[in-house]
Every structure is written in structure tokens, then in C-alpha cells.
């Protein structure tokens, strides 16, 4: 992976929430009068706001098992820390922050007093953004990054900072404002008016809500109604059948809503419409029944939304949802497809030993019919696990098998970067989505 080197035109400097403003257009003026300088230029290309609370760093900081910077980047150090702090308290060890592990982690700060639950580590939260971002330009960027703890009052710190490109094509470098607004979660809370005037009145703006998304909260809601579309990445939910449902509440009040885990899943869904493009196959498609999809426990975001594609696509209306948990947390949503056919969609999470990065891909999936003259029996699978499950369901000699690369790099900033360059209404993730909130409704009854 490239590094995008980044030259600092102002150091990060600590002022007042009402001289931020001032503090910026002194730099530029500086910088403009500077006739020694080649110059540097302000980008114009759009705004974001960046929610990052990046809350498990600090709780793991605070109980002494992670010692490096506070920057919600998952390397080593953070994965290590993770380990052993599920093994000290006897979690399921998997080097990764899930619900129960998130659970304990507060509960253990929460029995320590004030003066223990200080940190010294270093907080490098929203000195910059990651260089695949900054490449692209933004005009500026204003991180919020809640900290722990009862101190009351906000800090604010604002730089400039400059990507140099691979080429350079003129004299100027583009640069762009970087303003980092850090406080406990109440005090935030109560600067959203604030926030949103930072952002340019005239560029797109944008909000990258890296949480679970919460339309109760003042600063959430004032985020969303200030920008043009807001960010969001269901693989970070903890209870991702609660959060598709306020997802579908935003989209339904005309909230441009992006979903990077969505995807994320962009190669299983090709697979699948692949598997069915030769014409003796498509007539097919209506003969499907049967559909099984296995995902990496932990989340289910990427199994229901797949689900709610292939759902939208194929016509399939949602019925009932039943839920028989054990090892694998099985779940059955049954739909009625064309001419009344009843389809059972199985939802099943697996115990993975090596879990990657993302909490919840997809592992295999298995359409078939009930039918046994029907030609649509296909399993896709990942590359990294293999068929095995998929193909004991039986039949596996007259399926179609496919193995299922994932994309290259499915960290959520490069694939933020790929968005920005084609943001719009996507009206296939907001059917798929609409499919989802139908199954969690019949879910909730």
C-alpha cells in the first residue's frame, strides 16, 4: 500500500470554538502574502464531519492492556490488546471488539475512580484523515472525538495540511482545513449548531457517522439535517437488526444514506447474477426455494442485506421470521415469491478461528430448489474458507460452484474514497434496505 506523503502548512494549534474561523483565514492570509513560497491554494472540492468516539481504545488504555496512540486504527498493537484483555477476563478470544467484549470493557472502567481512568496516551484522533481521503481534496475536515471522562467543556485545535500528489502539475500545493473538536460525549452533544456552521456553505457536505447511528441524539440529528448525505458502516453495529430499522427511517425522510459495509458484499452479488446469465438458467431463477447464507458470527448486517437484495430482485415478499438459535444463532425468514411459491431464506453465523478485520462477511451462500428438475442450484463461497458447509447440504454434483474473492481492501476509508467520487441516490441499496426493514418489522411483532 502507497503512502500519500502529507506536508504540514500550520501545526496543530489549540484555540477557542469562536476564534476558529479567524485563526483559519489568518493562516491563508499569511500564507497568500508570502512572495518566498511557491504558495499553497485552499481545496474546494466539499466538507465533512467526521464522528469518531473510537470509544475501545481508550477503555483498553484505561484498564492498562493498550499502550500505544489513540487513533481507532486497527493494527497489531490494537488486535494484541484486544487478546489479552479477553483472555484476563475469560472471553471468547478473537482479537477483535464484539458486543460482550465492549460490554466488559465498561464494565471494568466503570469500577475504577476518576483519577484512574485518566489516559496518557497519546490522542492523535483527527490530526488528519487517512491519505486515500486526503488525496481526494476536501476542503475541510472537522473530527469530533468524544473523550472520556467528566471534564466538562470542549478543546478545539486547528492545522493545515497538504497531500503532495504523485505528480506535480502546477506550482501551489491544495490543501485542506483540519478542525478537531475533542469533549466528553454531553458536551459534544451540545455544540451541533456549532459543527454545522463550520461546514462551507457552498461545497457538498458530508458526515461520516463512524458509530451506530442514533436520532435521538442532538448532535446526530443536527449532523443529518446540515449535509448532503451521511456515511455510516454496519459492520461497526453491535445490534445491526435495531440500527437497519433507523437506517430505513433516515432513508424514508429523503436522507441520502450511505452504507460502506454494503459494499462490501458488491462481488457476491455479481457472482450471483453471473451464475445466471446463461439463458437455460435464468428461466430458472423463479424455480429458487431455497436459499442458505452462512456469514461470520458477530454481525448480520451483510447476510440481511443480501438477503434483502436477492429479495428485492426476485420479487420476494417477507411472511414470517423465526428465530431457533444454538450454536449457529439459526434463523428462518419465509417469503412468498411469484404465484403464491413459499421461499425459506436460512441465516446461519459461524464460528470462524482466523476473523478478519470485519466483524459478520459472508462466508457461503446456497440457492436451490425444491424442485428436482429445476436448474438454479448454485453455492458461492469464500475464497478463504472454502465449500465444505455448502456442499453437505446435498446435491452439491448439480450445483454451480464459484469461489468468491473479496475486494481488494475493504478498509472503510478507501472505500469512503471510491464514494465520494460517485455520490448519489442508490436506489438498489435503498430497495434492498426497504426488503430488510419489512423482515425486522414482521421480526418485532
Not at 448532535?219 to 437488526?241: A, H, R, T
Request: net charge negative; with cysteine.
Amino acid at each position: 500500500m502507497t503512502t500519500t506523503p502529507i506536508v504540514a502548512l500550520q501545526k496543530p494549534k489549540e484555540i477557542s470554538l469562536n476564534e476558529i474561523e479567524t485563526e483559519l483565514s489568518q493562516i491563508w492570509h499569511l500564507q497568500n502574502g508570502n512572495k518566498d513560497d511557491a504558495g499553497a491554494i485552499r481545496a474546494a472540492t466539499f466538507s465533512m464531519v467526521v464522528y469518531e468516539p473510537e470509544e475501545f481504545q481508550q477503555l483498553l488504555a484505561i484498564l492498562g492492556f493498550y499502550k500505544g496512540a489513540i487513533d481507532g486504527i486497527y493494527r497489531t498493537m490494537t488486535r494484541s490488546a484486544i487478546y489479552e484483555a479477553q483472555k484476563a477476563y475469560g472471553l471468547r478470544l478473537t482479537s477483535r471488539i464484539d458486543t460482550e467484549t465492549l460490554a466488559r470493557l465498561r464494565e471494568e472502567v466503570s469500577k475504577l475512580s476518576p483519577e484512574q481512568k485518566k489516559i496518557s496516551n497519546p490522542n492523535m484522533r483527527g490530526f488528519g484523515v487517512s491519505d486515500v481521503i486526503a488525496v481526494q481534496n476536501p476542503c475541510r475536515i472537522v473530527s469530533i472525538c468524544p473523550v472520556l471522562g467528566d471534564e466538562e467543556g470542549v478543546t478545539t485545535q486547528v492545522s493545515v495540511s497538504c497531500p503532495l500528489p504523485l505528480q506535480r502539475t502546477s506550482a501551489s500545493l491544495i490543501c485542506c482545513e483540519y478542525i478537531t473538536l475533542r469533549g466528553n460525549k454531553a458536551a459534544l452533544n451540545q455544540i451541533g449548531e456549532e459543527v454545522a456552521a463550520l461546514m462551507i456553505a457552498d461545497l457538498p457536505k458530508f458526515v461520516w457517522w463512524k458509530a451506530t447511528p442514533n436520532p435521538e441524539q442532538d448532535l446526530f440529528k443536527q449532523m443529518v439535517n446540515s449535509c448532503n448525505g451521511i456515511i455510516l458502516d454496519s459492520s461497526y453495529f453491535s445490534d445491526p437488526e435495531s440500527e437497519f430499522l433507523k437506517i430505513y427511517e433516515l432513508v424514508e425522510t429523503g436522507t441520502s444514506v450511505v452504507d460502506l459495509n454494503w459494499h462490501r458484499i458488491s462481488a457476491w452479488q455479481e457472482l450471483s447474477a453471473e451464475a445466471y446469465d446463461p439463458p437455460e438458467r435464468r428461466a430458472s431463477l423463479e424455480e429458487i426455494d431455497q436459499i442458505a447464507i452462512d456469514y461470520e458470527k458477530g454481525n448480520a448486517a451483510q447476510a440481511l442485506m443480501y438477503l434483502g437484495w436477492i429479495a428485492s430482485r426476485l420479487g420476494w415478499e417477507p411472511v414470517s421470521y423465526t428465530e431457533e438459535g444454538g450454536d449457529y444463532e439459526l434463523r428462518h425468514v419465509r417469503f412468498t415469491g411469484s404465484q403464491g411459491r413459499e421461499i425459506v431464506a436460512e441465516l446461519a453465523a459461524i464460528p470462524t478461528a482466523d476473523s478478519g478485520e470485519i466483524v459478520g462477511d459472508l462466508i457461503g451462500l446456497r440457492m436451490t430448489s425444491t424442485n428436482p428438475n429445476a436448474d438454479c442450484c448454485t453455492i458461492l463461497c469464500s475464497e478463504t474458507t472454502g465449500c465444505m458447509r455448502m456442499e453437505a447440504g446435498g446435491s452439491a454434483q448439480a450445483c454451480r460452484t464459484e469461489l468468491v474473492t473479496a475486494i481488494n481492501d475493504q478498509r472503510a476509508e478507501l472505500l469512503l474514497s471510491q464514494q465520494l467520487q460517485r455520490w448519489g441516490q442508490d436506489v438498489l441499496y435503498e430497495e434492498s434496505l426497504g426488503v430488510v426493514n419489512r423482515i425486522l418489522q414482521i421480526r418485532n411483532r
